[in-house]
């Protein structure tokens, strides 16, 4: 195997700040899908899942709760 010389970096993921990520998470919740937020912000769906994701379990304290479809539920309300 031998090293690219062009000096790019393997590691080609993008970064997001916090700004990006908290006004990200706002247009999902107003928006109508995710998925729509996703597009229009160029980034992935999956991408967005974690960060809401994240979000939730930051806020009950516990990815087991996150994870409760009642929980999920009660928040969709």
Known sequence: MTAK?????P?????Y?????????RLASESRSTQAAARQLGIS???LYRW????LVA???????ARDPEV??????
């Open 59 to 65: 806020e009950v304290g516990s990815e087991e709760v």
């Open 45 to 47: 769906p999956k991408l």
């Open 17 to 25: 700040d916090e700004a990006f990520k908290t006004e990200a998470l």
């Open 11 to 15: 590691d080609k993921r993008r970064k």
């Open 5 to 9: 010389k062009n000096g790019a970096s």
């Open 72 to 77: 999920r539920a009660l928040r969709a309300d």
């Open 52 to 55: 809401q994701q994240a979000q």
